[in-house]
């Protein structure tokens, strides 16, 4: 694992040498920025009905895991050049033993202007809205909105494909478009509409949104999830996905299947508000409109502890139907209290909720699932950050595909980001 970070670490030093030498004369140095963040979880699950592990029938289980560990390396290494990277992974939870780092962005991006610049390699670059290019490290909840990651470990890696794109701001407008390549689908779809297994077509996506207090970076792809009392934004913003025959009803080869398009757009808006009284407000709201094909649904757990099982709906574990063709409305809205002494140590206290209800075709009820969190910040700053979230997500009958009651995830996380 270290020997490929040192690989990977050695590749940018040394782009970062060869472009370098080409700005001598005007005495640029580029410089190598890195952290390590990760998130550690002691969860306590209520598990859906028939649920098992290795086998056993299971009502409900503790774990310790770590949801996520990101290492980004990024280098400035020309005023108009800038390479991009992050390694790491998700769930490294008690069912694998093997602690496996994946090259999860890299990329090279060339700056024209401040409106107009390329990128190109492996990213995070999409559209569609704020939340689907988000940063995991600043997001206020604990785990959502995970459905707007709506094609996430289907035919992408984590949310991120192989492509180009352009982005910039000009004024208040910044914007992005982008046109990447999906990875191969192996799997064939059955009767039920699923990701078809033939040539991916390109994916098409773009995000624009009129910034009317400070503007935030577009140096990245991943947008802030709170900026508490550091900084007033309010943004609305519009975008849009789409792919030609990305989801089938059957084998891609035979003459008798029918293909769907994906057709996805959404609105949204966001504000961090600080206030008089060193508080600050943290809210969002967003309408999306999903169109993968006809009654097209999709159960998902994040970081499932079970390996099989699932007599509802819902399937095994946490899961629940959390993306699907329909429409959803989401909301978030945060406290940030006054930064205040917490056993000598200064912290932020922000309490927050999330909501997401969507109307999916394939559904008999409304899906709403509500996300309760409380952070808190050392400093006010997510470096190190203690957090205490809980999911009350339904459970829908396998028979009837009607509500029939919900169950809870309760979790601690501490994040620890190193520099």
Same mark, same amino acid.
């Given at each position: *694992? *270290? *020997?490929?970070?040192k690989k990977w670490l050695f590749l940018v030093?040394?782009?970062?040498?060869?472009?370098?030498?080409?700005?001598?004369?005007?005495?640029?140095?580029?410089?190598?920025?890195?952290?390590?963040?990760?998130?550690?979880?002691?969860?306590?699950?209520?598990?859906?009905?028939?649920?098992?592990?290795?086998?056993?029938?299971?009502?409900?289980?503790?774990?310790?895991?770590?949801?996520? +560990?990101?290492?980004?390396?990024?280098?400035?290494?020309?005023?108009?050049?800038?390479?991009?990277?992050?390694?790491?992974?998700?769930?490294?939870?008690?069912?694998?033993?093997?602690?496996?780092?994946?090259?999860?962005?890299?990329y090279v991006e060339y700056t024209f202007h401040?409106?107009?610049?390329?990128?190109?390699?492996?990213?995070?670059?999409?559209?569609?809205?704020?939340?689907?290019?988000?940063?995991?490290?600043?997001?206020?909840?604990?785990?959502?909105?995970?459905?707007?990651?709506?094609?996430?470990?289907?035919?992408?890696?984590?949310?991120? +494909?192989?492509?180009?794109?352009?982005?910039?701001?000009?004024?208040?407008?910044?914007?992005?478009?982008?046109?990447?390549?999906?990875?191969?689908?192996?799997?064939?779809?059955? $009767?039920?509409?699923?990701?078809?297994?033939?040539?991916?077509?390109?994916?098409?996506?773009?995000?624009?949104?009129?910034?009317?207090?400070?503007?935030?970076?577009?140096?990245?792809?991943?947008?802030?999830?709170?900026?508490?009392?550091?900084?007033?934004?309010?943004?609305?913003?519009?975008?849009?996905?789409?792919?030609?025959?990305? +989801?089938?009803?059957?084998?891609?080869? +035979?003459?008798?299947?029918?293909?769907?398009?994906?057709?996805?757009?959404a609105v949204d808006s966001f504000l961090n508000?600080?206030?008089?009284?060193?508080?600050?407000?943290?809210?969002?709201?967003?309408?999306?409109?999903?169109?993968?094909?006809?009654?097209?649904?999709?159960?998902?757990?994040?970081?499932?502890?079970?390996?099989? $099982?699932?007599?509802?709906?819902?399937?095994?574990?946490?899961?629940?139907?959390?993306? $699907?063709?329909?429409?959803?409305?989401?909301?978030?809205?945060?406290?940030?209290?006054?930064?205040?002494?917490?056993? $000598?140590?200064?912290?932020?206290?922000?309490?927050?909720?999330?909501?997401?209800?969507?109307?999916?075709?394939?559904?008999?009820?409304?899906?709403?699932?509500?996300?309760?969190?409380?952070?808190?910040?050392?400093?006010?700053?997510?470096?190190?950050?203690?957090?205490?979230?809980?999911?009350?997500?339904?459970?829908?009958?396998?028979?009837?595909?009607?509500?029939?009651?919900?169950?809870?995830?309760?979790?601690?996380?501490?994040?620890?980001?190193?520099?």
């Open positions: *694992m *270290m *020997m490929r970070i030093i040394l782009l970062s040498s060869i472009f370098s030498n080409g700005q001598e004369k005007n005495k640029f140095k580029p410089v190598i920025k890195w952290n390590v963040t990760s998130q550690i979880w002691l969860r306590y699950s209520d598990l859906n009905e028939g649920s098992l592990i290795d086998d056993e029938l299971t009502n409900s289980f503790m774990d310790i895991s770590i949801r996520r +560990l990101r290492i980004p390396v990024s280098s400035q290494i020309t005023p108009k050049i800038f390479v991009y990277s992050i390694f790491g992974g998700n769930n490294y939870n008690f069912k694998n033993k093997t602690f496996q780092l994946e090259v999860l962005d890299l401040k409106a107009f610049e390329v990128g190109i390699g492996k990213s995070g670059w999409q559209g569609l809205n704020r939340w689907n290019i988000r940063s995991s490290k600043t997001m206020m909840g604990l785990d959502s909105p995970l459905f707007t990651l709506n094609s996430v470990e289907k035919n992408d890696d984590l949310g991120r +494909l192989f492509g180009v794109w352009v982005k910039g701001q000009y004024g208040k407008l910044d914007y992005r478009l982008a046109f990447n390549r999906p990875f191969i689908i192996t799997t064939i779809p059955n $009767g039920e509409v699923n990701f078809a297994n033939h040539k991916p077509r390109v994916k098409t996506s773009g995000y624009a949104k009129y910034q009317f207090f400070e503007h935030e970076s577009n140096k990245s792809a991943y947008q802030t999830g709170t900026y508490a009392q550091a900084k007033k934004v309010f943004n609305i913003g519009a975008g849009f996905q789409f792919q030609d025959k990305a +989801l089938s009803d059957g084998d891609a080869k +035979l003459a008798s299947t029918t293909f769907y398009d994906m057709k996805h757009w508000l600080p206030l008089q009284n060193d508080a600050a407000i943290t809210a969002y709201l967003g309408y999306y409109d999903y169109d993968f094909g006809k009654d097209y649904i999709r159960n998902v757990g994040a970081n499932n502890p079970t390996t099989g $099982g699932g007599s509802d709906f819902n399937g095994a574990g946490v899961a629940f139907p959390m993306i $699907g063709s329909g429409t959803t409305w989401y909301m978030q809205f945060g406290y940030a209290f006054k930064e205040s002494e917490i056993m $000598g140590q200064p912290f932020v206290i922000q309490p927050n909720i999330a909501i997401q209800s969507s109307n999916w075709d394939a559904l008999n009820d409304q899906m709403t699932v509500y996300d309760f969190t409380v952070n808190f910040l050392l400093n006010g700053k997510h470096n190190t950050k203690f957090s205490f979230g809980y999911q009350h997500r339904p459970i829908f009958d396998a028979t009837t595909i009607q509500q029939k009651g919900y169950k809870g995830m309760a979790i601690l996380q501490y994040q620890i980001s190193l520099k």
